[in-house]
């Protein structure tokens, strides 16, 4: 539960940073608003091929993703 919670505040905090809403980034990593609220909200853990995506769409490293 702690590492669902961790993905979702680090995802929707660089989210934000980069000045995204959450429909604009769903299209940008090719999944759907209600998938990407999930992971957000720590319903769902990105598998590693989305968090790829999630983290070249937002040009940090995966290390970055969880150092915030």
Known sequence: MVERMEWGR???AYRKLK???QQDF???I?????LLGEVERGIRVPD???IER???SL???K???MRL
């Open 10 to 12: 680090s995802i929707r």
């Open 19 to 21: 000045g995204y809403t």
């Open 26 to 28: 769903a299209k940008e």
């Open 30 to 34: 090719r999944v759907s608003v209600s």
């Open 48 to 50: 590693d091929e989305l």
């Open 54 to 56: 999630i983290c070249a």
């Open 59 to 61: 040009q940090i490293s």
């Open 63 to 65: 290390s970055d993703m």
